[in-house]
């Protein structure tokens, strides 16, 4: 029967290899670390902090959307509290904040944001200054209300607006024409001819639609994009000449539409009713729209509205507006495919006839919190590796003690047999048969040796079979 040490030799590397191995396969491996990041448009002043929350996990470099679950958004402006905000990100890792700020924004602002008691981001997010009314970053859209560039000839002037500032194709959007003379007077009931190539002119397809001036010199038409280029001739004729296009009479206007690719389409009819809503409608399949209601004061309400097919070969979808009508100061509502608001169809739809020239920026980064959890997440690691790392040298020294302690029982056991066998009295009390002195000092010293030569060996293997299991576990 084996004694404890004995066993232990045999077992402790067993033990030590296997305890260390699920440490570094477990504890010790690099898992997927999960951040946050901030986004938003926070102007200087405003009354509300409506920040885009954007769920990530990251792992080797590469990104994944992370749905959070009850995560806490609270907020500091120049010291003050804001009121809190709780809730989720979506199955697309994104969530919408909106913090109070009764007094006006004030810098510094700093973000904090909770899970389940562990902070995941506490950082100063930046305010710009309120928005001039001629914004350097205006995106398509934004009732832009100077007239199309376009090639013009003849004695009449057209100028021509798109009522809210693009188009989106299918989706119908009135045009606006005034009728003028070269020094810019009006001409009450000129007439107009249209044609496009690539619309449709008031149901009467890509022919040409007849429209009259009002006293103002001013018309309206109808017009809905069936591609993303639509090329729009315009003539027109004072009342009572000849008919418009007829040679050396009038004008004529020709020109591009602002149709924007990719773009979701807000139905103004939403906007009109008792209780406002805004409807959106994409003309190809997407999942969700990424609205930001705002305006002069900056954004004050985010949203992601989940769109779906309605039947009509469209995706749509619906978003209540707070208490029925647009949150205070907002005049316009910026519909993204994306929630970043970088995408080519990223458009600032207005929300009134007489909303405000100030056009609201795309959402920016704000705060990341990523670079954090994937520096908290490798320290974790770290630490677990380096418990094993010391399991394994622990167990090493152990077992150096233990093979040394056996070797040198060994050696004295076989020392004491071999002088009995050599002259000396065995273990049953008879006599062994006689050596000279040289004999038994060479067999003695022989034995002496290898016993010692088989521990460095068997030394050196445990050691080297600890080493590489240390070494295989930095590939992870």
Do not use: C, N
């Not at 954007?54 to 804001?82: C, F, M, N, Q, Y």
């Amino acid at each position: 029967m084996r004694s404890m040490p004995d066993a232990a030799t045999y077992v402790l590397p067993a033990l030590s290899i296997g305890l260390a191995a699920l440490v570094f396969l477990g504890p010790g491996a690099q898992r997927m670390a999960t951040g946050v990041r901030v986004w938003g448009a926070p102007i200087a002043g405003s009354e509300a902090l409506a920040l885009r929350i954007e769920g990530v996990r990251r792992l080797h470099g590469a990104d994944d959307p992370a749905a959070l679950p009850e995560i806490e958004v609270s907020a500091t402006s120049a010291g003050a509290p804001l009121a809190g905000w709780s809730g989720s990100t979506g199955k697309d890792g994104i969530g919408e904040a909106l913090l109070r700020a009764g007094g006006g924004l004030k810098a510094p602002v700093v973000v904090r944001i909770l899970r389940g008691g562990d902070a995941l981001l506490e950082q100063e997010v930046p305010l710009s200054p309120p928005l001039p009314t001629a914004d350097a970053s205006a995106l398509p859209g934004a009732a832009d209300a100077s007239p199309l560039p376009g090639a013009a000839q003849g004695e009449l002037r057209l100028r021509v607006t798109v009522a809210r500032g693009a188009m989106a194709a299918p989706f119908p959007e009135p045009v606006r024409v005034t009728v003028e003379t070269e020094d810019g007077a009006p001409v009450p009931g000129a007439r107009v001819e249209a044609s496009a190539v690539g619309a449709d002119l008031g149901g009467q397809g890509s022919g040409p639609a007849q429209i009259t001036a009002d006293a103002r010199g001013a018309a309206e038409l109808t017009i809905r994009p069936l591609a993303h280029t639509v090329e729009l001739t315009l003539r027109a004729a004072r009342p009572g000449s000849a008919p418009p296009g007829a040679r050396g009479a009038g004008g004529a206007w020709e020109g591009r539409l602002p149709v924007i690719p990719g773009a979701i389409w807000l139905d103004p009819a939403g906007l009109a009713g008792e209780r406002p809503e805004l409807r959106l409608t994409s003309p190809a399949p997407k999942p969700h729209a990424y609205v930001s209601i705002g305006g002069a004061h900056g954004r004050l309400l985010g949203a992601v509205v989940p769109l779906a097919a309605d039947g009509g070969g469209f995706f749509s979808g619906t978003l209540a507006l707070p208490d029925g009508q647009p949150p205070g100061a907002a005049g316009w509502a910026v519909v993204a495919s994306d929630p970043y608001e970088r995408g080519a169809g990223t458009v600032a739809w207005p929300l009134s006839p007489a909303a405000s020239p100030v056009a609201p920026r795309r959402v920016a980064l704000l705060a990341d919190g990523v670079p954090a959890a994937e520096a908290r997440e490798r320290a974790r690691a770290s630490r677990a590796r380096r418990a094993g790392l010391l399991v394994l040298g622990a167990a090493g020294v152990a077992e150096m003690l233990l093979l040394a302690l056996r070797a040198r029982t060994a050696r004295r056991r076989l020392a004491a047999h071999l002088a009995a066998a050599s002259g000396g009295e065995g273990e049953d009390g008879t006599d062994g048969a006689p050596l000279s002195r040289e004999d038994r000092g060479r067999l003695l010293a022989t034995v002496r040796a290898e016993p010692i030569l088989s521990v460095l060996a068997l030394a050196a293997l445990v050691g080297l079979s600890f080493a590489a299991v240390a070494a295989l576990a930095t590939f992870r």
